[in-house]
């Protein structure tokens, strides 16, 4: 039997609000047109006298439900956060309405009245999450065992947790162990040093809470976050055994670029043109005579952007080549005393502290640097190389002979395949992926690199981007992936030095550890965190459509082999993309749902033409374009007092239905405005916002239905930098809504 709704409304006349509005007008809307029972203002709301008041009337009048009327809910949503089993919804009277329109102006107080009949709605409508808590397992994979793979290791089990961790090759210790000296990066920042790989290799094998397996390859990951099934193949044998893991760091690392792809910079047809890897282990192996390829040398040129930042083959910097390059001089420096030494670069990029470095190698004799980029190269006939450089800073063209010819060459990511251009949405899909029980499974999104080997519809690795990197939203979250509980470390995640490598991984290994706290919460993770909501779909009246399982950017929905979903809830980031996909409207979250959103929609007073006040519908993402308003609201910009916004969780959520309703009830236009999205997308749910748009053809189509004009529609992109914008984007839409003319659905 369900609970009865009773709801409190709680007005703050504080930070200008009760100067700019009729607090008493509003209290009437609730008390006697919403028929609230209890209603109250209060000149600081926030104050603890004022939450104790809530508290009070909470425990005195049973209120399951508390409407806040006062400032955004994205400030002090630790004040106004009561018993569990009270929803508390907040009315946005501060930036919305009181610090964006005139004081004591009509237009704003029916905007005021309008949000608090909204937000009263949605209460009634909606009802409190419960978490539900899984018990997770709580070790930690680590794929890979270079130093991004054994730093996170140690750092999982500091953190109380045991890890598993995998190596393909035969020994621990990745790139590290092919490496001569390091850079490190500690203080003075202008040594080199050991790699100290042997230390931290020893830290591992002889912690008790890593078992560690070489040669080893993962032959499936199946289930989801809290609760994996991981089979390994070692030396080339499928494991009887598999075991249980609840969240996998990868840390595969890196790759050197085919420095085969580099034939015009002369690598191949020349012995003495070599990579700096090459170098890297002539100095490793301690060789102690001075000859390289069996000649003796008086110069060594080193080539920075060795196919970097070149559209023909990586298009992007790989952060550390330049410092290794300059470490590698100071190796040339110690054992060639006598060498002269070029170093040409198309710009010299040593981050940080490095930048010490820099200035200590400039100082070295028989050290030259030149910008420039390599024209041609070729044999003098005696064993030595020329190089024609041009645009110097000089602006003159010059010619270099030299005995070596070092190639700094780029890092790839070990979850590219195949070539930088053929990586990416136009990829040639994997094999299909096959579920636990058997089912039938849907071809997988995009290749995969097979390293994970997952069992999910969409793919059996990580998804990538453009150039072959796993895709992360990289300034709010950076190791997050698109797979719930999988969490990409170190090289693997973007070109990085070993001290940030380092840092990274402890990163990524405590976002793992993180995850699992949170699913014993039963609560999700990033963005909306702490969120106990879950799907609920109704399925007796699903048509296996399979829209929510193909749309889900996060393969949190399987389907049967008749196409009916099957939730993995702990893959779930609670978006509700799914429920913007589903044409049935079945899906829903307690507090997030159809009809919610919907009853929010009719809550508005929309006048007829007569009185030729517009109203138009703002429909807006929580993570960019909604913060971006308060953002509006806090710099005092004024917008157009037409706007009535809704805030939504990802702009991919929105059902057609919605904006149906909008228009029957008589709204002139509507906005969606979302995340930017693209290769370097920034759309907190990866695919919300390109959704949207792409379900803008069933809008339009809806439009045509109705005989409405097309513009009435809008969808836009906002970063929360571009705040300033918004005011435009209203006012001008606000500008052409009254030059088509009102919606001729008013009123009907």
């Known amino acids: 039997m369900s609970v009865e709704t009773k709801v409190g409304v709680y007005l703050c006349s504080g930070c200008e609000i009760g100067e700019a509005v009729n607090i008493d007008e509003l209290g009437k809307i609730a008390s006697e047109e919403s028929k609230v029972p209890v209603c109250k203002n209060n ?10 008041e809530i508290k009070n009337d909470i425990k005195n009048e049973n209120l399951n439900r508390v409407v806040i009327g006062a400032c955004s ?7 106004f956060n009561f018993d569990s089993d009270v929803l508390v919804e907040r009315v946005n009277l501060r930036e919305n309405v009181v610090w964006t329109h005139k004081p004591n102006d009509e237009d704003t107080q029916m905007l005021a009245s309008d949000y608090l009949r909204m937000g009263i709605a949605k209460a009634r409508n ?3 999450p419960k978490p539900q808590p899984i018990d997770a397992n709580e070790t930690i994979l680590v794929v890979g065992g270079g130093v991004s793979g054994l730093t996170s290791a140690i750092a999982a089990t500091k953190a109380g947790n045991s890890v598993v961790l995998t190596e393909k090759e035969d020994k621990l210790g990745g790139w590290l162990n092919k490496f001569h000296k390091v850079n490190l990066g500690n203080s003075p920042f202008t040594e080199i040093e050991s790699t100290g790989i042997e230390e931290l290799i020893s830290e591992v094998e002889s912690n008790e809470k890593i078992k560690v397996y070489t040669s080893c390859l993962i032959e499936k990951i199946s289930g989801a976050p809290g609760d994996f099934t991981v089979m390994l193949k070692i030396n080339n044998e499928v494991q009887s055994e598999p075991f249980k893991v609840g969240a996998i760091v990868q840390a595969t690392g890196w790759k050197e670029y085919d420095p085969n792809n580099l034939g015009e910079l002369g690598y191949g047809k020349f012995d003495n043109v070599i990579t700096g890897i090459q170098l890297e282990e002539f100095f490793k192996s301690g060789k102690s005579n001075s000859a390289i390829n069996g000649k003796p040398v008086e110069s060594f040129t080193f080539i920075q952007c060795a196919g970097s930042r070149n559209e023909k083959h990586l298009p992007y910097c790989s952060s550390v080549c330049c410092s290794v390059s300059l470490k590698q001089a100071m190796y040339v420096r110690e054992k060639y005393p006598d060498a002269l030494i070029y170093i040409i670069y198309k710009d010299m990029r040593t981050p940080a502290q490095r930048e010490l470095f820099y200035k200590k190698v400039q100082e070295e004799d028989n050290i030259f640097f030149t910008k420039g980029e390599v024209t ?10 020329i190089l024609d450089v041009d645009d110097t800073l000089l602006g003159e063209k010059i010619q270099l002979t030299s005995d070596v010819v070092v190639l700094a060459t780029g890092m790839v990511p070990t979850t590219l395949v195949g070539d930088i251009e053929s990586n990416g949405e136009d990829s040639e899909p994997a094999e299909k992926a096959t579920l636990d029980d058997g089912k039938k499974e849907a071809e997988s999104a995009e290749a995969g690199a097979k390293i994970l080997n997952l069992t999910y519809r969409q793919g059996t690795d990580l998804p990538t981007l453009m150039y072959g990197f796993p895709d992360s939203h990289y300034i709010c979250f950076p190791y997050e992936t698109r797979r719930t509980g999988i969490y990409a470390a170190g090289c693997v995640r973007s070109p990085m030095d070993i001290t940030a490598t380092k840092n990274d991984s402890y990163g990524a290994s405590f976002k793992a550890v993180q995850l699992l706290h949170a699913i014993k919460n039963g609560v999700a993770v990033h963005p909306r965190a702490r969120d106990a909501s879950e799907i609920d779909i109704f399925i007796q009246r699903c048509t296996q459509c399979k829209r929510c399982t193909e749309e889900c950017p996060f393969g949190s929905l399987d389907e049967d082999d008749k196409g009916t979903p099957l939730p993995n809830p702990t893959r779930c980031r609670r978006c509700g993309i799914c429920l913007g996909s589903c044409p049935e409207r079945i899906i829903t979250f307690k507090d997030y749902s159809i ?4 009853t929010m929609i009719k809550a508005v007073e929309v006048p007829d033409e007569f009185e030729e006040k517009p109203r138009i519908l703002a429909i807006m993402c929580e993570n960019d374009a909604y913060p971006s308003l308060d953002l509006v609201g806090r710099y005092r910009m004024q917008f157009d007092p037409s706007i009535r916004v809704i805030p939504v969780r990802c702009l991919g959520s929105v059902n057609v239905v919605w904006i149906a309703d909008a228009l029957s009830r008589g709204f002139d236009g509507i906005l969606m405005i979302g995340c930017k999205h693209g290769d370097d997308y920034q759309c907190h749910f990866i695919k919300g916002s390109e959704l949207a748009e792409k379900r803008m053809e069933n809008v339009q189509d809806k439009l045509k239905q109705l005989v409405l004009e097309p513009e009435r529609v809008q969808i836009h992109t906002l970063a ?4 300033a914008k918004l005011p435009g984007i209203f006012n001008d839409f606000v500008e052409e809504i009254i030059e088509m003319g009102y919606n001729p659905y008013k009123g009907m």
């Open 43 to 52: 000149s600081w709301l926030c104050s603890e006298a004022g939450v104790e």
């Open 73 to 79: 809910h994205r400030f002090l949503a630790d004040v």
């Open 126 to 128: 909606s009802e409190t």
């Open 376 to 385: 041609s190269i070729s044999g003098d006939g005696n064993g030595r190389v």
């Open 595 to 598: 009809q919610s959103v919907s």
């Open 720 to 723: 929360i930098d571009e705040y």
